[in-house]
């Protein structure tokens, strides 16, 4: 039962071009979703964040998309850098039964930045 | 200064024996959490402490003990150790009462394998 789901497991895209990558959830108790960047041989790092309440998240380089009606989430990022090369995954955030925030992750997509 | 950090990075070890995997932080935080992520790059939480209290503990097998001293130390003990044992271990650790609370700081993780 994946309640996030990353439905391309690999991306690649040319440098200086746009890099977007999808996300979708099933569950709609979701109120907040964030996007992490992995290298090989790290943990995963925060990159950009989106409450439900809002459709659009910009931090420079890096805008998350929110569609709550299609429970759809993106990561734009542009300009693509060759630093961009990694592992990027989808994370949802609910209520848990013992009354905190939980987050769900999606499997993860890996972007390949072509210099 | 690394933030949240675990001991040791590589564990390599035969299916009966009994493990401890140790994370430390030492960014303040009141939350730390134990992530496994298997070999379909699954990422989901095991456990999570608030304050050295056991407030997220997911369908876990009872072979897997959490531990915490302190509100900066979250150690995973892991006895009787089994094939499907073998996976990464992440820990990680977030602050509650930021507005950032969402966000969770991730350490380098330890591949465990299980011969």
């Known amino acids: 039962d994946q309640q996030v789901k990353q439905n391309s497991p690999s991306l690649s895209v040319q440098e200086g071009r746009i890099s977007i990558l999808n996300c979708d959830y099933t569950?709609?108790?979701?109120?907040?979703f964030l996007w992490y960047k992995k290298y090989p041989a790290e943990g995963p790092t925060f990159l950009i964040s989106i409450s439900s309440i809002k459709d659009k998240n910009e931090d420079g380089r890096f805008t998350v998309f929110l569609n709550k009606s299609a429970k759809h989430l993106s990561l734009h990022i542009v300009p693509s850098q060759p630093g961009d090369s990694a592992v990027y995954f989808c994370a949802a955030s609910a209520v848990s039964n013992f009354g905190n925030e939980k987050l769900t992750f999606g499997t993860g997509t890996r972007l390949t930045i072509i210099p | 200064d690394t933030a949240v950090s675990q001991t040791p990075k590589y564990l390599v070890t035969q299916m009966g024996n009994d493990k401890s995997i140790k994370c430390e932080q030492n960014?303040?935080?009141?939350?730390m959490y134990w992530y496994k992520q298997d070999s379909k790059k699954f990422l989901k939480i095991m456990f999570s402490?608030?304050?050295?209290?056991?407030?997220i503990n997911e369908t876990v097998p009872n072979r897997f003990s959490p531990k915490s001293p302190d509100k900066a130390h979250l150690n995973l003990h892991i006895n009787s150790l089994e094939l499907g044992d073998s996976a990464v271990y992440f820990c990680?650790?977030?602050?509650?009462?930021?507005?950032?609370?969402?966000?969770?700081?991730f350490g380098p993780g330890t591949r465990l394998t299980v011969t």
């Open positions: 990680a650790s977030s602050h509650p009462h930021e507005t950032s609370d969402y966000e969770q700081y």
């Open positions: 960014l303040g935080h009141d939350t």
């Open positions: 402490y608030n304050n050295k209290e056991l407030i």
């Open positions: 569950n709609s108790m979701f109120d907040y």
